[in-house]
């Protein structure tokens, strides 16, 4: 090929020329705001305990403290009994005066709650509900905990102070740097009934059989976290930020109702003397089984019902290095199990759920291979799974806690159930499984941030389902989902970077945006393989340590050798919205006096019409032939989901080409001159919406072919308001379209289109066409006035 036709391939089919309208002389004052500042003002300062790398200094330390509990569970009193000997390390380098526990039962009591109330006002309309007069001074509902003894090791009392849902113990003598210290507590607490008074642990009443299902949970005096970033965190339990928890070793005997089944964190150590022979020996099989084995049966566990012994057994657990306790009890539960192996530390685990009869023709089916399949998902995207067991807990809930989890996911009466309560239960075992990774071992402060496990957490489970289906009708984490959220009046939002106790719409906040924000940098921002590496080694740096924000940050900057300090500041920091226009398309003359600058572009053909929109992540993932979908290696389950694909046909996906290109440091204008027929777009955007985005451009030309272009955020750099584009093609343009993918989470997409209006690609579009008419640009790149009246910009 000559030089001539070489620079015709480049300039008129391949290369779009990047400039700023006339740049300085069209932008004599150009908006030059903080979007691209750094962090470095906001953040705190590193130190030899956390570095400005994102990773754990060379002095980093924190505290330990390790229990031995006893408890009693009385079913007829619903009552709760423990005694508890801790042992705590302080490995700080301060003097410690005193300790701070936890006492989180508190918050059901009237009298000793956090005292966190929220307005209240007057109905709006009549209400049968009866009235009942407020009650001054409070008094005591009989919940919350009572404490009866706390001693040293020796038995001698030590004098606490209780405050709300918080203990202060006074010690004897300051307890040094590298010293440690034993006491004793005993206590109990009235179990109350979660169904009716909320919370994440309490009872539920069956009853048509008459039994209780317990979920015993922030059931023991626990220590708080002193760390090198706050102290004592001692925020009060309110219900709503949840916990800040010191790793230990646990050792805990619970003393049950003989015929009750018991499941907790760690691993039994004396199933051969609470366990029938027959059941003892399908845990042994199930513990080399690849599918689930019923350990307690569905035969057995209505036998228990119907029996009711009044008996006891002590089951007996223990765990290593973990955050927290917690465990289940009752007599209505069936128990199956099945190993999984987790590739990357050849740990064999035991997946393991537990669910009553009503939830049996669910959970038998899909909570365990969904334990199983979150283990080794997670494994790959963050750590290998380290623990011995995981479990998933039918009981009509969502929580988490290290190796146990508490879900939801029942049938009808009659065994069956619907599409929404198969893929809901699914998704929440996901969620909360997940959770062993965030915050369980990358134990975040959630009393602080709760975005900090729910939203890390969101994310890898979106890509956790996607790994299940590929169709998975997944709620939080494609960037189109968060549009309805982001649009909102702003005085109706918060920064993801506020306290967990001061956030009005807690899920979009703490869920849902943190993981749109991670994966729009997964998927478009930084690439699927720089991210996850990134991902991955701040989930190694701070695996079973205590990590904060600014650990995040820097760590995902330092790993990617990308500066993403402007997309913290404005997703995280911030609450403006994405809302980029194409406000003008300019067709013009093509001007060579500049030297352009050769890249790579991707173009795109045979893209069919869809018959509902597809997540780019669904498309990639579809694309991916390394990508293994659970419910391709599972021929039952496989068979179910592809029946119910809401009656479409498979998507075919968009073919993709890189074109390779050959660079020039510089066009000569003789060659330039036997360029024929080219034509030039100079394409103006505004950003009305405040936070910036990559430009994302797919062009389709008369003659039905198209081509695509993405440009980085970097572009709004030195001006946040508006930025042009210039491009040249030796064909006629028919449509420009912005962000096609609905990648960046443009919350306002009408003024995304220049040209030809293309023609509705699904029902949803028809009926938006229907219910505003189209807003999209004509032919000047402008959205046209009348369809704009009324909208707010």
Not at 497 to 511: D, H, K, Q, V
């Amino acid at each position: 090929m000559n030089q001539s036709k070489s620079i015709f391939y480049f300039l008129v089919f391949l290369f779009p020329s990047l400039f700023y309208a006339q740049d300085i002389q069209n932008n004599p004052k150009s908006n030059h705001g903080n979007k691209f500042e750094q962090l470095g003002t906001i953040l705190p300062t590193p130190n030899v305990y956390r570095t400005a790398s994102g990773a754990p200094g060379q002095a980093y330390w924190q505290n330990k403290a390790d229990y031995e509990i006893s408890a009693y569970l009385d079913e007829e009193k619903r009552n709760l009994k423990g005694s508890e000997t801790v042992t705590y390390y302080n490995n700080s380098p301060d003097d410690l005066e005193y300790l701070w526990l936890q006492l989180d039962e508190n918050e059901q009591s009237a009298t000793k709650n956090a005292g966190f109330h929220d307005s209240s006002f007057l109905p709006k309309m009549a209400t049968t509900t009866a009235i009942i007069p407020s009650e001054l001074p409070l008094k005591t509902n009989g919940y919350g905990v009572n404490l009866e003894k706390v001693t040293d090791a020796s038995g001698k009392p030590l004098p606490y102070i209780v405050n709300k849902t918080m203990m202060r113990i006074d010690l004897p003598k300051v307890l040094k740097k590298g010293e440690k210290i034993t006491f004793k507590i005993d206590w109990n607490y009235n179990i109350p009934d979660r169904m009716k008074m909320g919370g994440r642990g309490g009872y539920e009443f069956f009853p048509e059989d008459g039994n209780d299902l317990y979920t015993i949970t922030q059931w023991f005096p626990r220590m708080c976290v002193y760390s090198d970033h706050k102290g004592w965190q001692h925020n009060q339990f309110t219900g709503r930020g949840e916990f800040a928890l010191v790793f230990g070793d646990y050792k805990v005997s619970m003393n049950v109702p003989a015929d009750h089944i018991v499941a907790s964190t760690g691993a039994g150590k004396n199933f051969e003397q609470v366990l029938s022979s027959a059941q003892l020996a399908r845990w042994k099989r199930a513990q080399n089984s690849d599918e689930p084995i019923e350990i307690v049966t569905l035969e057995e566990a209505k036998k228990a019902e119907r029996n009711k012994s009044k008996e006891r057994k002590i089951w007996k657990f223990e765990a290593e290095n973990v955050r927290d306790f917690a465990w289940t009890s009752s007599r209505k539960f069936i128990w199956d199990g099945m190993k999984v192996i987790i590739p990357e530390n050849n740990n064999h685990v035991m997946a393991m759920s537990l669910y009553p009869k009503e939830a049996y023709n669910l959970y038998r089916k899909y909570s365990t291979k969904a334990v199983a399949h979150t283990l080794k998902v997670y494994s790959e995207f963050t750590i290998p799974y380290p623990y011995p067991v995981a479990q998933s807990i039918e009981a009509s809930n969502g929580m988490e806690y290290p190796m146990i989890c508490f879900n939801y996911g029942r049938t009808e009466k009659d065994g069956t159930y619907s599409e929404g309560i198969k893929n809901g239960m699914i998704g929440v075992i996901i969620h909360e499984v997940g959770h062993n990774y965030f915050p369980m071992i990358i134990n975040s402060d959630e009393r602080q941030w709760s975005w900090m496990d729910e939203g890390l957490n969101t994310f890898v489970e979106y890509l956790t389902e996607e790994r299940w289906d590929n169709k998975f009708p997944s709620r939080r984490g494609p960037a189109h989902t968060i549009v309805d959220y982001m649009k909102l009046p702003k005085d109706q939002l918060e920064p993801i970077m506020t306290n967990s106790e001061n956030i009005n719409l807690f899920g979009p906040n703490a869920y849902s945006k943190p993981a749109t924000g991670l994966n729009i940098l997964r998927e478009t921002i930084m690439g699927r393989e720089l991210f996850d590496k990134a991902f991955k080694t701040y989930s190694k740096r701070w695996a079973f340590k205590h990590p904060e924000p600014a650990d995040f940050f820097r760590t995902m900057n330092d790993a990617s050798a990308e500066n993403l300090d402007w997309f913290w500041r404005g997703w995280f920091y911030g609450i403006d919205a994405v809302d980029i226009s194409i406000d003008k398309v300019t067709v013009g003359a093509p001007n060579f006096e500049a030297t352009p600058k050769a890249r790579e572009i991707t173009y795109t053909v045979d893209k069919p019409q869809q018959n509902d929109f597809v997540d780019i992540s669904k498309i990639r993932n579809k694309d991916d032939k390394t990508t293994t979908f659970y419910t391709d290696t599972d021929k039952e389950l496989q068979d179910f989901y592809w029946r119910y694909n809401r009656g479409q046909e498979k998507v075919d996906t968009t073919k993709e080409y890189k074109n390779k290109v050959e660079f020039f440091d510089k066009v000569d204008k003789k060659d330039v001159a036997q360029i024929k027929d080219v034509h030039a777009y100079q394409i103006d955007f505004i950003n009305k919406g405040g936070l910036v985005m990559p430009i994302i451009l797919e062009f389709t030309f008369e003659d039905g072919s198209k081509l695509t272009d993405k440009s980085s955020a970097q572009i709004w750099r030195k001006n946040e308001q508006k930025v042009s584009k210039t491009y040249y093609f030796d064909k006629k343009l028919k449509s420009i379209q912005l962000d096609p993918m609905r990648e960046t989470a443009d919350i306002d997409t009408s003024n995304n289109f220049w040209g030809e209006i293309p023609a509705p690609s699904s029902k949803f579009d028809v009926f938006k066409e229907k219910q505003g008419g189209s807003a999209r640009g004509a032919s000047t790149g402008r959205v046209n006035p009348m369809q704009a009246a009324g909208k707010k910009n």
